[in-house]
DNA sequence: CCTCCACAGGAAGCGCAGGAGT
DNA sequence: ACTCCTGCGCTTCCTGTGGAGG
């Protein structure tokens, strides 16, 4: 069917959607099910500081998509619409905000636009803070989301601390929030106690949650009987043993219901959500792949076309059914596409590095060589069709200007 | 048994970029 | 605008390890 007006097709209503916002992971809903116990202990835990005394450190954490930037979302827009007084809230994302020095920029930009956002040194701004909560003894409730991300994590938690001592009255407390349980193993054990005043774990929903969840949004962002129950569960099944993972779950039930529309269907059926489960899957480990550095594209593409021509040890490859590849072979590979290319490999040393990156990136799996092989080395094995990740490298890598030379043989 | 192989992965150090202090 | 400092990516060097081979 060929319409002369390309956009008619965009601008039909949709049979499936109503309002897809309500899908997207930054959408906050009236009621978050399942994380009452969480809410009330945010609340409690700030509460003092909303009434103006200095309320207890909280750190969050938890999988993610477990709610837990939602949770703290909620409650900061209940506050925002109390009629505060004293209570002051800054939130942001670590990823961005990463250092001691940009957090409390933010911080100045948050509540004092007015003052220059550069030019003046960490010292300057600090003061600069402490006199304006001592103005009128304010509270200010600072939550770092993401809070590993923050190189000076032990400067700035100190920094937020002697703050509190260092005003006359008013006083700051800190919200972290992380999904990366380990990274405190690294914390100054003083910074540590400070920022773990209250802890608050977030569990992974489990598949009753999940279902629930999807059904509270779907019954906002789809038309009504465009899903059934059934079609529900199975989402939720699957987000469920994917680490309950809700962002996940409607990040499925988004691209299931654009399967479905794509096939002029007006509901989803459990095959959409079978077909967006995958698709999801590897849309992530192509993402990946498209962004990593330049040498990890280039070790992967090595990867890729071993896989292909198949490795030098074929009889654990039949085994275990997979082609696993030996690590030496793989830094020839690499080390010959590289030269091919005109750049240098880098040192086998560091290769070893990158490999255990993607191994932790999920693009690859290793495992110790044990008997059969002369010497202790990895067996590597691409967990994605080589096929398809050697096609997403070239288009990304090469760009369809060079290619390789490097075809056969290795 | 010892030796060699084929690596794994820690430690130290180096050059660089960018941010902080002056 | 300048130097100083620090983190980062990387190399070089090194010690450790499990099995093969004689």
């Known amino acids: 069917m060929?319409?002369?007006?390309?956009?008619?097709?965009?601008?039909?209503?949709?049979?499936i959607?109503?309002?897809?916002?309500?899908?997207s992971p930054h959408f906050t809903p009236d009621t978050l099910l399942y994380r009452d116990k969480q809410i009330n202990s945010i609340v409690k835990a700030l509460t003092p500081s909303l009434?103006?005394?200095?309320?207890?450190?909280?750190?969050?954490?938890?999988?993610?998509?477990?709610?837990?930037?939602?949770?703290?979302k909620y409650v900061i827009d209940k506050v925002k619409v109390l009629p505060l007084v004293?209570?002051?809230?800054?939130?942001?994302?670590?990823?961005?905000y990463n250092s001691r020095y940009k957090v409390l920029n933010k911080i100045m930009s948050d509540h004092m636009p007015t003052y220059a956002k550069r030019g003046y040194g960490i010292t300057d701004i600090y003061e600069k803070l402490i006199s304006w909560i001592d103005q009128d003894s304010k509270i200010l409730i600072v939550v770092l989301d993401e809070i590993d991300m923050v190189k000076d994590l032990d400067d700035l938690i100190y920094t937020l601390t002697r703050s509190n001592s260092d005003v006359k009255s008013g006083g700051i407390t800190t919200v972290g929030i992380s999904n990366n349980v380990s990274f405190k193993e690294v914390l100054d054990p003083r910074s540590l106690s400070t920022l773990y005043e209250t802890e608050l774990a977030f569990p992974p929903y489990n598949s009753t949650e999940l279902s629930d969840i999807i059904r509270?949004?779907?019954?906002k962002a789809l038309k009504e009987g465009a899903i059934d129950i059934a079609a529900i569960n199975y989402a939720a099944a699957i987000a469920a043993k994917e680490n309950g993972d809700a962002r996940l779950a409607l990040k499925m039930l988004t691209k299931a219901g654009e399967n479905a529309e794509d096939g002029g269907k007006s509901k989803i059926e459990i095959s959409d959500i079978k077909e967006a489960a995958k698709s999801i899957e590897s849309d992530i480990a192509y993402d990946l792949v498209a962004m990593?550095?330049?040498?990890?594209?280039?070790?992967?593409?090595?990867?890729?076309?071993?896989?292909?021509?198949g490795g030098k040890y074929k009889k654990l490859s039949e085994e275990v059914n997979g082609t696993f590849l030996l690590s030496g072979e793989v830094y020839e590979k690499y080390a010959s596409i590289a030269s091919s290319l005109k750049k240098e490999s880098k040192s086998s040393r560091w290769y070893r590095k990158y490999v255990s990156d993607l191994e932790m990136q999920g693009l690859?799996?290793?495992?110790n060589s044990g008997k059969g092989i002369r010497g202790q080395?990895?067996?590597?094995?691409?967990?994605?069709?080589?096929?398809k990740i050697k096609a997403t490298i070239e288009q990304s890598l090469f760009n369809d200007s060079e290619q390789p030379s490097d075809q056969g043989q290795g």
């Open 2 to 15: 060929q319409d002369q007006e390309p956009f008619a097709k965009l601008m039909e209503e949709s049979n």
């Open 17 to 23: 959607f109503l309002d897809r916002s309500a899908l």
């Open 51 to 72: 009434k103006g005394d200095k309320g207890r450190n909280l750190f969050l954490y938890g999988a993610p998509g477990t709610g837990k930037t939602s949770c703290i």
């Open 86 to 96: 004293k209570s002051k809230i800054s939130y942001m994302g670590c990823k961005i």
């Open 216 to 219: 509270q949004r779907a019954k």
């Open 292 to 309: 990593l550095p330049e040498h990890q594209k280039l070790l992967l593409y090595a990867i890729s076309l071993l896989s292909i021509q």
């Open 364 to 367: 690859i799996e290793m495992m």
């Open 377 to 387: 080395t990895k067996l590597i094995r691409l967990r994605y069709p080589a096929e």
